[in-house]
């Protein structure tokens, strides 16, 4: 029966790390896919922003022309991109458009979390990052964890983000450590 009780208890460990491994990748992958989607924003901001550099349009026309072609991008579940300044204000959102021109110094998510704050400080230190919160899902009572990327863009103030659920990282590593230890069960019960 010791036998026994160590082999189980080694398969358990060994689900355990699995599960754990697996969650490490699935957010990692999240976060390049985001960087991914943030970039390309960005090279759009860029592309808008160059064309008013050289007279080809004002500035005030390729903020406009900006924030309609990224306003229109989708991907996923209908995930979306935003667009706020470092104040933070919101100045372009497709889901939310009464938000534009808001003041989000005090908008939190349920934890108490100050999200676009949190997105300036990114941008700030870094440039760009990552930024973990709570957001309202469809479907659902409560908001659900999400994580966002953010990416400034210096000359316009601006910070642009996107943002996907993780619930669902957490329901498939939990469906890989169900598979994990029914296969540990098996084991022990045919030894």
Do not use: C
């Not at 992958?29 to 901001?45: D, T, Y």
């Not at 676009?116 to 709570?134: I, L, N, Q, T």
């Amino acid at each position: 029966y010791a036998l026994i009780s160590l082999s189980f208890i080694g398969l358990l460990g060994i689900a355990a790390l699995d599960s754990r491994e697996l969650a490490s990748s699935l957010n990692q992958q999240k976060q390049i896919e985001l960087k991914h989607l943030g970039e390309l924003a960005l090279g759009i901001v860029k592309k808008e922003h160059a064309a008013a550099q050289k007279g080809e349009i004002s500035e005030a026309d390729a903020q406009k022309r900006a924030m309609a072609q990224i306003g229109a991008l989708r991907y996923g579940s209908n995930d979306y991109f935003w667009i706020n300044d470092m104040l933070p204000r919101m100045v372009m959102h497709p889901i939310k458009p009464e938000m534009v021109g808001n003041d989000l110094s005090n908008y939190k998510d349920p934890n108490g979390k100050l999200l676009f704050v949190d997105f300036v400080e990114a941008v700030k230190k870094e440039g760009s990052g990552f930024v973990p919160y709570e957001w309202p899902k469809p479907g659902f009572d409560k908001p659900q964890p999400k994580l966002s990327y953010v990416v400034g863009f210096a000359p316009w103030n601006w910070v642009i983000g996107t943002g996907v659920y993780i619930d669902d990282l957490k329901a498939q590593t939990w469906v890989s450590t169900q598979r994990s230890l029914i296969f540990a069960g098996l084991i022990l019960l045919f030894t």
